[in-house]
């Protein structure tokens, strides 16, 4: 009964490839998010849906993509890959009343 | 815009000791949350406490406890009787209320020596 789930856990791929990573919750969250964390394990967000709604892209490139099929999940799909993608992804998700995120267990992604 | 500063990249203190990690934010906000996250090499995030600001009172969960100072803006997190699987990475974790962004500090490494 995993609250936050990621797929997949390890992802590695050339440059040039594209590829998607996905994120579902089961907590009835509505608002959901991904975070990138670089080598020096800064954390930054990139993306924010509510409801299926977009509310905050932090100036990612447009490679980047998020789709939210439904409030449970949120998915990231990247184009063209470049060796400075090679990162951990999180998933995330928050209730309407604490403002606490659940995290989900990261994708490692590795652009060779 | 907020900010959170840790300025303790790495910090190391023997078994069984209290350390306290440090944490100051900026905000034009009065009502917000504090958090504390801890990220063991497993790379999972932990939320180990929170704080909302409009409570004086210190949050405290087992051995970990916060000093909030909101006039300061600062939120100390305190480790009592540290333990080896206290080591990790910190991260201290600002959001405003009724805001969806959440705003991290760099981290503190933490390691516990046996």
């Known amino acids: 009964d995993t609250a936050v789930s990621q797929t997949p856990k390890y992802l590695v791929t050339q440059m040039g490839n594209d590829k998607s990573i996905k994120c579902e919750q089961n907590l009835g969250h509505d608002t959901m998010y991904w975070y990138k964390q670089d080598s020096k394990k800064f954390l930054k967000i990139m993306f924010s849906y509510n409801n299926k709604e977009l509310i905050i892209n932090e100036t990612v490139p447009n490679r980047f993509s998020p789709k939210s099929p439904d409030k449970a999940h949120l998915n990231l799909h990247i184009n063209s890959l470049e060796l400075g993608d090679s990162a951990v992804y999180f998933c995330?998700?928050?209730?309407?009343?604490?403002?606490?995120?659940?995290f989900g267990p990261g994708t490692r992604l590795t652009v060779l | 815009a907020q900010t959170v500063t840790q300025s303790q990249p790495e910090m190391s203190v023997q078994e069984a000791e209290t350390v306290t990690l440090s944490c100051t934010y900026d905000t034009s906000e009065s009502n917000y949350y504090l958090f504390w996250y801890k990220q063991p090499p497993s790379r999972q995030m932990i939320l180990v406490i929170r704080q909302e600001a409009y409570k004086q009172q210190n949050a405290t969960e087992n051995r970990f406890s916060v000093n909030f100072q909101k006039a300061a803006k600062s939120f100390s997190l305190k480790i009592s009787d540290s333990q080896l699987g206290d080591t990790a990475m910190y991260f201290c974790?600002?959001?405003?209320?009724?805001?969806?962004?959440?705003?991290f500090g760099t981290g503190t490494r933490l390691t516990i020596i046996p």
């Open positions: 974790a600002f959001i405003g209320f009724g805001n969806e962004k959440l705003t």
């Open positions: 995330a998700s928050m209730g309407r009343l604490s403002n606490e995120q659940f």
